[in-house]
């Protein structure tokens, strides 16, 4: 039987590519997104071409009756998880804290926090439950240790949340054997610029990175797989930047 991988936000970017090589690598999918069924239902078709089962779980983390439905499916469709990529994130405009309003804080925490948190939860029960260990990546950003001031430090600070919980979640579990990982992708071309306003912001900023490049989906993706692998068995509470440098 093929390991059951939920992937949130795996109908774009990093957790589309992430998709695209778990199917390769013998994983069946489950993969969430919010809005995009066009992209999600491409992203699919390639990875069942690769031989993967793939179900598609629409569903806004923010929201904890869509994250209940997300499950809901898994277990009538698979009855298990196994692992969990833990992707599905916002950026939004840049600005400064005193142009930021309280409704722009709690969707950005919302969706970045505590829907991660939420999706981890329901998948470290199954994972008890199934008594065979499991593993979840939580995707973080190098924004949690740059702060991001001037640009969006509400998204920053989001993410050095999901740091912390990566490493209190990892020690509640690792006796379940399951690992909890979080990886800080750095500037990464993605849709997620031109989503929160600024399209060429990876280009921009390119020169900034010690590689002096951005980075592409695939190269996060494939440290993202590694960490789910038994190559990685040993690797639990730890936190990964795959930045170039930066
Ligand atoms: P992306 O290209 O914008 O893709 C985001 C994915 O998440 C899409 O599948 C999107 O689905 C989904 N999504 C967004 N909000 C959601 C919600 N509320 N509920 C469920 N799904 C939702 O972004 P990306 O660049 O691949 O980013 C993926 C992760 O990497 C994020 O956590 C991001 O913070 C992190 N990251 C990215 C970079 C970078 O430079 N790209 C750098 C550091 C960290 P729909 O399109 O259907 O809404």
């Not at 089962?53 to 997300?70: E, M, W």
């Not at 399209?199 to 993706?221: F, I, N, Q, T, Y």
């Amino acid at each position: 039987m093929k390991p059951v991988l939920l992937i949130t936000g795996g109908s774009a970017g990093i957790g589309a590519a992430c998709a695209r090589i778990a199917a390769t690598q013998g994983y069946d999918l489950a993969l969430n997104y919010r809005s995009d069924t066009s992209a999600a239902e491409a992203v699919a078709a390639d990875c069942r071409a690769a031989g993967a089962k793939v179900v598609l779980c629409q569903g806004d983390v923010a929201d904890p009756g869509a994250i209940a439905a997300v499950y809901a499916k898994i277990d009538t469709e698979f009855g298990r998880v196994d692992a969990l990529i833990n992707n599905a994130g916002v950026v939004d405009q840049t600005a400064k804290l005193t142009d930021m309003d309280h409704a722009r804080l709690r969707r950005m925490f919302d969706i970045n926090v505590i829907g991660a948190m939420l999706v981890a939860k329901k998948a470290v029960v199954r994972m008890q439950a199934q008594g065979d260990g499991g593993v979840i990546v939580n995707i973080s950003s190098a924004a949690a240790r740059l702060g991001s001031g001037n640009q969006y430090l509400d998204y920053a600070a989001s993410k050095a949340a999901i740091d912390c919980f990566t490493k209190g979640l990892s020690d509640e579990v690792a006796a379940d054997n399951i690992r909890v990982m979080a990886l800080r992708p750095g500037l990464i071309e993605t849709e997620i610029h031109a989503k929160g306003g600024e399209p060429g912001r990876a280009d921009r900023l390119a020169h900034m990175v010690p590689m002096k490049r951005k980075g592409s989906a695939e190269e996060v993706a494939r440290p993202i797989i590694w960490l789910l692998s038994d190559d990685a068995s040993y690797v639990t509470g730890s936190t990964l930047d795959v930045t170039g440098g930066r």
